[in-house]
């Protein structure tokens, strides 16, 4: 009897968590797979159709790396930044809704043992920090090499804390399959660099020095964290829950039937054809195209997907990963700031009133962000949590 009731140990977890992985992605993997490519086709093909509608495409839409900007945004304008606000406050209140009830079950920490790899992580951070916020000319060479440690960091440490807190991260229980994630999360925001060429939301200082070679090599060991980043966040998040699968029953059901989906495919579409038409008005399509692909192409091809589990929890699910891009996007525009290159906005209608560099309606986009993340993360394999040991 005491046999039985003893927890699984770590080695255990992880052979449950590979077998689980392995199944995952045997089951349905045609299907996963046309759902990657039907998203990825949707977005890299119907904005580049949208330039032929245009008179001329600027010579510098081809340049790599991207250094010249051709868009002309608009200034700031009241109209729209309170439009936008009002959006947003009504997205603020309905996350409310969906999270208060729930916070009666928040869970009291069982104070584990903080797993080495999070001191790691902490050391990897704080090096790495220092010598990207540092102007001492002995840290020159380094300065512009920092993002990758700082966030591998960043990784470890917000593993760590979820492992403390639940007996649970994927770093730990995915073991080598986990590294799988770094070179789908570059292939994944190499993806965003695309869509921004067309509506040029932000660029990058250290294009203006880098060969065509050296931007590519280190832009893409950067995006590789961005996944894993999001993951790892989201999995701290949910620790703070007694049941971190949030199963219950359903407030928003997936009665979305194909009609709505095929109509959601239809507006993403529109969205992204148009973008470079309008970049100054559908810039927000970036970040929403996105989102309603995944929904739509996961739904109708995918049984038993992220979006069908996610809308039988009453929304936390989702709620959980916008807010886990958020919180992470706090650390991206704060390390950013004062790092040496760094990233810098230039966003129509809502540029004022920044955040480190970033306009404060710009964090909002972190939101659809999460779930996208989510959607992909689970398109891979992943579960941000094994529902039984």
């Known amino acids: 009897m005491q046999a039985e009731n ?6 255990m977890v992880h052979e449950l968590c590979c077998a689980k992985y392995i199944a995952l992605m045997s089951q349905g993997i045609t299907r996963r797979i046309t759902a990657l490519f039907l998203v990825v086709l949707f977005l890299l093909g119907l904005p580049y159709a949208g ?24 200034p700031f304008s009241w109209i729209a930044f309170s439009i936008y606000l009002f959006l947003i406050l009504i997205l603020f209140v309905l996350g409310l809704k969906i999270a208060i009830p729930r916070l009666r079950s928040l869970r009291i920490p069982n104070a584990g043992p903080f797993p080495i790899c999070g001191w790691i992580g902490v050391g990897l951070m704080l090096a790495s920090w220092g010598i990207a916020w540092s102007r001492l000319e002995v ?4 300065q512009s090499h920092t993002f990758f440690p700082l966030w591998l960091g960043y990784i470890f440490l917000a593993n760590a804390a979820a492992e403390a807190r639940s007996g649970y991260s994927s770093l730990r229980a995915y073991g080598w399959s986990y590294v799988l994630l770094f070179p789908a999360s570059a292939m994944f925001w190499w993806t965003f660099e695309y869509l921004n060429r067309f509506v040029q939301n932000w660029s990058y200082q250290a294009s203006l020095t880098l060969s065509e070679t050296e931007y590519f090599l280190w832009a893409t060991l950067s995006f590789s964290t961005v996944l894993p980043a999001v993951l ?3 999995e701290w998040i949910q620790s703070f829950f007694v049941d971190n699968e949030f199963t219950s029953t359903s407030a928003i059901q997936s009665y979305c039937g194909s009609i709505t989906h095929a ?27 996105p989102l309603l692909l995944i929904y739509s ?15 039988q929890d009453q929304g936390i699910e989702l709620l959980v990963w916008a807010v886990a891009a958020l919180f992470s996007g706090v650390f991206w525009e704060m390390w950013n700031f004062w790092s040496f290159p760094k990233w810098i906005y230039h966003v129509p209608y809502v540029n004022a009133f920044y955040v480190f560099e970033m306009p404060v309606l710009g964090f ?11 959607a992909i993360i689970s398109l891979f394999g ?5 529902r039984s040991l």
């Open 139 to 142: 840290f020159a060479p380094l």
């Open 297 to 311: 192409f996961d739904s109708l091809l995918i049984k038993n997907g992220f979006c069908f589990k996610a809308s």
């Open 51 to 74: 330039l032929f509608f245009l008179a001329e495409v600027p010579p510098a839409f081809f340049e790599f790396p991207p250094r010249a900007l051709y868009i002309a945004h608009e």
């Open 263 to 289: 109509v959601m495919v239809v507006c993403a579409s529109l969205l992204l054809l148009c973008l470079g038409i309008f970049p100054n008005a559908l810039f927000p399509a970036v970040w929403v195209a």
């Open 232 to 234: 790892a966040t989201k």
């Open 6 to 11: 003893e927890a699984p140990s770590t080695s």
């Open 364 to 374: 909002a986009g972190y939101l659809p962000f999460g779930i996208f993340c989510g």
């Open 382 to 386: 992943f579960r941000a949590k094994v």
